[in-house]
């Protein structure tokens, strides 16, 4: 039996300390807040296949196999309901991106279909404005609620022996003899067998001092609550040039996202106040959405609120447990659409710290891949 400490109470480090826990080791689950206080907690829980980066498309289509399933296997409610992912075009040349993606993502296998023309749109989704010209369209895509998955896999896990420690703040990973020895803490060191590093954006500042550099940015979304309103969208929506994003969630209530931005605040002492949009980006976040889904423009807005996204220069999360620490896996930088995947890279996360062949290939996650010049971050295609 491995004593194995996971910094961060996300969804993969909640999914990696279950693991874990089942297979008899352990484990010790620190979180410097409360469980899903980050990214896992403010998305919109989206558990999507179609438009994915080829490398992680097979991590998202093993993911969509468990959601069904997972809410027996943990004990706890996830929310989770599969009414597919609709990406929606605005004009011409979206559209023709669109039917791109489409054609490319059948190649590789995923069940995709182009709805061409705002009637075919209205057929699978009747909610959206005359404006709409395309749309992708995943039925097996779906969502989740973010914060009770993320606590079933937390809870899960407890319930097996593990130890869950909110309000605990990581602050060094300690080596002995060149290798991982365990993590000192706001509440004194804990020694391990293995580490998990599972702290999203702030995963960088603890690799540091171990000679390791994962290049992120801190980057903003902005989240918008409507009060509840009569069901009438089924699907987690986007759009093609990812600048908002939404669903219904099950209450009525809408909740809508936007593109990121670069954060330029304070990223250790960060508050709820200081992340919240401001009058004037609500309502710019609320006339893109009612640009294509008319009902937006006139339902009361609830709450609004802001999340923090660890963007690599790809795209694409570093789930690696570098050869220069042994005992230590590194499993962040999701650029904010991990939490479908969250079931998969936990597991992965879970293998690795156990020195076993991992379920799925990882070579396009590997932190190597950043030892070149730091390449310029890429468009996001969609998050969540």
Not at 79 to 92: D, F, K, T
Not at 193 to 220: E, F, K, N, Q, Y
Not at 262 to 275: C, K, M, V
């Amino acid at each position: 039996m491995k004593t194995i400490i996971v910094i961060g109470g996300g969804i993969t480090g909640c999914a990696a300390a279950w693991h874990l826990a089942l297979s008899g080791h352990r484990v010790r689950l620190l979180e410097a807040r409360r469980i899903a206080a980050m990214a896992s907690g403010w998305t919109l829980g989206g558990v999507r296949q179609s438009g994915r980066h080829p490398a992680e498309l097979p991590l998202a289509r093993a993911a969509v196999k468990l959601w069904p399933r997972l809410a027996d296997q943990l004990g706890f409610e996830t929310g989770y309901h599969q009414r597919g992912n609709i990406r929606l075009a605005r004009n011409l040349s979206e559209a023709a991106a669109m039917r791109e993606l489409v054609s490319h993502q059948r190649m590789l296998g995923l069940d995709l279909e182009f709805l061409d023309g705002n009637a075919a749109v209205r057929g699978v989704a009747p909610a959206v404005s005359d404006g709409v010209t395309a749309a992708s369209f995943c039925p097996s895509d779906g969502f989740a609620d973010a914060v009770a998955a993320t606590t079933a896999f937390a809870h899960a896990a407890q319930a097996l022996g593990a130890e869950l420690l909110e309000d605990v703040t990581a602050k060094a990973i300690v080596l002995r003899n060149g290798r991982t020895s365990g993590v000192e803490t706001s509440a004194g060191f804990l020694a391990a067998d293995a580490v998990i590093l599972a702290a999203g954006i702030h995963s960088p500042a603890l690799l540091r001092p171990l000679g390791l550099d994962l290049p992120i940015d801190v980057t903003l979304v902005q989240v918008v609550q409507t009060e509840p309103v009569a069901r009438c969208f089924e699907q987690v929506f986007g759009v093609a040039n990812a600048d908002c994003a939404g669903r219904q969630e099950p209450s009525g209530r809408f909740r809508f996202t936007s593109g990121i931005e670069l954060f330029g605040g304070d990223t250790e002492y960060w508050t709820e106040a200081s992340l919240a949009p401001s009058a004037a980006s609500i309502a710019t976040l609320r006339a893109r959405v009612a640009a294509v889904l008319p009902i937006a423009a006139a339902t009361p807005i609830a709450r609004s609120w802001g999340g923090l996204i660890d963007a690599t220069p790809d795209h694409l999360p570093v789930i690696d447990a570098p050869g220069e620490v042994p005992g230590l896996v590194i499993a962040a930088g999701f650029s904010g659409h991990g939490f479908g995947i969250g079931p998969i890279s936990g597991r992965l996360a879970s293998e690795l710290a156990l020195n076993d062949p991992p379920s799925f290939s990882l070579h396009d996650f590997r932190l190597a891949r950043f030892a070149a010049a730091r390449q310029p971050v890429m468009p996001l295609s969609l998050h969540g």
